[in-house]
């Protein structure tokens, strides 16, 4: 049995026959749990996590199929119970679609829902952030899309890391890679010594395919302004421009909505190296990038882009990419991800056919030998899910992808973006958190 979720940056993400070994039984365990909800009340085994969905367009309608998967196939307890976009068609599409009893064009009065526990931020990128700050003041648990800043809102992710870190709401950044227990294991493998010190950590990302036409169709080419459609709202902080189909609809053209490569795919492929590596923020971060295949007339962000992480605990961090190119050796499913090699004094860890973890001495470590360590489970979209919903029964922050990783990691990308744009080393200051 295979079940596919699709999103706005790639054709789908299998959910393959070995990573539902055990979901039955998690399912039970899950609907068995008492659930304590957003207002501190313990409720019965049955009783249901209402979940809202902020942004009605392509990602969020992978995230319904997901949730309904789970509600109706898994039994657990969760109901879709509200939807908020800005523009009219989308919302009342989703809403007809799942039966969704409320729905408003203004996401502050889903916050204001007392049905809502939980909410599904699927919005241009620079509404992210915000949009998941007044959901944790408004008692709300968070699953937010990636990235979960735009490039440009250091002073926005900074500020929401601390509203999170101060209220006891659960959060899971949307990197659904974080679920498969291979970079767990590593993790676990680093911390115990088995590389030695740790030196360098690789990755990349490749995939032929843009977000120009068929990427990010325009719904509707007459589409304007109106009670129906609020480009006011979609701006956002970004710089007031006047209305575009273009913007609105394929904003991941645009710099000041999106970041390409750096932003959209790199966070699937760094948030677990930032991890297994257990670095903090970096001291300084180079980037490179280019429009190299896709010079659509309105597009200002890169097709292809690279960085280098420089870290205090000397570490350094490489990730590479283009979207003009899908081939990658390291990835069989095809899907263009380059799985990590870590690298440490005494030997490097790798993947092999997405089945196991091998452990590489180096010509140095001749006490020790070299070892494979069976991968327990495969990365599953679904499971990313339920590992939140989980959470959100137990109370527990410690999400597969929570906010403090995201963070570390959004600041390697938001300064290969300023390195980029200033064409010149980005440096960061540790005790004062900024960038120059």
Request: net charge neutral; proline share 6%.
């Amino acid at each position: 049995m295979t079940m596919k979720t699709t999103n706005d940056n790639s054709p789908g993400a299998a959910i393959t026959r070995r990573s539902f070994i055990g979901r039955t039984a998690l399912a039970t365990a899950a609907i068995s749990m008492p659930f304590v909800n957003t207002k501190g009340q313990v409720l019965g085994a049955n009783s249901r996590i209402g979940i809202g969905f902020i942004g009605a367009g392509g990602r969020s309608a992978s995230h319904f199929t997901m949730v309904s998967h789970i509600r109706n196939d898994l039994k657990e307890p969760v109901e879709i119970v509200a939807v908020a976009d800005i523009y009219r068609p989308r919302m009342e599409k989703r809403k007809s679609e799942y039966k969704v009893p409320n729905g408003y064009l203004d996401h502050r009065e889903l916050l204001a829902n007392k049905d809502v526990d939980l909410v599904c931020i699927a919005t241009p990128d620079h509404h992210h952030g915000h949009q998941a700050m007044e959901a944790i003041q408004a008692g709300k648990d968070v699953y937010c899309e990636k990235p979960v800043t735009h490039w440009r809102q250091v002073g926005v992710m900074k500020q929401l890391a601390e509203v999170a870190a101060k209220s006891d709401r659960v959060f899971q950044l949307g990197t659904q890679a974080m679920s498969d227990s291979a970079w767990r294991q590593m993790k676990k493998l680093v911390k115990d010594g088995v590389i030695g010190q740790p030196l360098f950590g690789e990755t990349g990302f490749f995939r032929t395919g843009d977000w120009g036409e068929r990427g990010m169709p325009v719904d509707d080419p007459n589409a304007k302004p109106g009670p129906d459609l609020n480009w006011e709202a979609f701006l956002g902080d970004s710089p007031k421009v006047d209305f575009s189909v273009d913007r609105f609809f394929r904003w991941r053209l645009f710099q000041d909505y999106a970041g390409g490569p750096a932003t959209d795919l790199f966070p699937h492929c760094l948030t677990q190296v930032v991890d297994i590596l257990g670095v903090g923020f970096p001291s300084e971060v180079v980037g490179l990038g280019s429009v190299n295949r896709y010079p659509y007339p309105l597009r200002d962000v890169p097709d292809t882009f690279s960085l280098i992480a420089q870290y205090p605990e000397k570490v350094t961090i490489s990730v590479i990419g283009t979207q003009g190119n899908n081939y990658e050796t390291t990835d069989p499913r095809g899907s263009g991800q380059r799985q990590p090699v870590i690298r440490g004094w005494d030997g490097s860890l790798t993947i092999q056919q997405n089945k196991q973890i091998v452990f590489t001495p180096t010509d140095t470590a001749t006490n020790k030998d070299r070892q494979v360590f069976p991968i327990e489970h495969g990365e599953d979209n679904v499971e990313h899910w339920r590992n939140l919903l989980d959470c959100c029964r137990r109370r527990s922050k410690e999400t597969w992808s929570p906010i403090g990783l995201a963070f570390r990691t959004q600041t390697v990308l938001q300064m290969a973006l300023k390195a980029w744009h200033d064409g010149k080393t980005c440096h960061f200051d540790a005790a004062t958190q900024t960038m120059s």
